[in-house]
């Protein structure tokens, strides 16, 4: 029935963790609670900011989500910038990138909320925007993503050369 390469793993897997690389493995640890509860404190903090944001910017009908889209470009700026720095300068805690990655910017970004949107849009009768909507929201968080860990590796770059300038 199967190949015979899969493997047994005990206990809760990360999929955004690298299992090559050491100081990703060791975010798994022993304590899967001390993961799960960083990443629920994240997820309340992040989903808290995304919601004020929805109320205070409020969508009409037929018109552009622009509280979710701003909220989802500006969440995957931000992880492309975090990813950047735990990955590539910070040692820090390893409940770090659980906390902020996974539960602050996971719970701030709300994908599922640009679907809602689009279908919105879509029983408004504004289908052609809601498709542009759809296919705007993804190019934007790519974009956003690419930028963000740029930027970030553009400025340490240009930090660390003015370090060994002084």
């Known amino acids: ?36 509860g960083s990443i629920a404190m994240g997820g309340v903090a992040g989903s808290l900011a995304r919601y004020g944001l929805g109320v205070v910017f409020p969508r009409d009908p037929g018109e552009w989500p622009w509280a979710t889209w701003g909220i989802n470009v500006t969440g995957c700026l931000l992880i492309g910038v975090l990813m950047v720095l735990i990955s590539e300068r910070w040692i820090g805690h390893r409940l770090l990138r659980p906390f902020l990655g996974v539960g602050v910017l996971g719970g701030f970004t709300t994908f599922s909320t640009a679907m809602v949107d689009m279908q919105q849009l879509v029983d408004e009768g504004a289908a052609s925007l809601g498709l542009l909507y759809l296919v705007g929201t993804v190019a934007a968080a790519m974009i956003a993503v690419i930028t963000g860990s740029g930027a970030t590796r553009w400025a340490l770059g240009v930090a660390q050369r003015e370090g060994k300038r002084s």
Do not use: K
């Not at 955004?16 to 799960?36: K, M």
């Open 1 to 36: 029935m199967g190949s015979g390469n899969t493997r047994s793993v005990a206990g809760p897997v990360d999929p955004d963790v690298d299992l090559h690389v050491p100081e990703q493995r060791r975010e798994l640890g022993e304590q899967p609670v001390a993961v799960l």
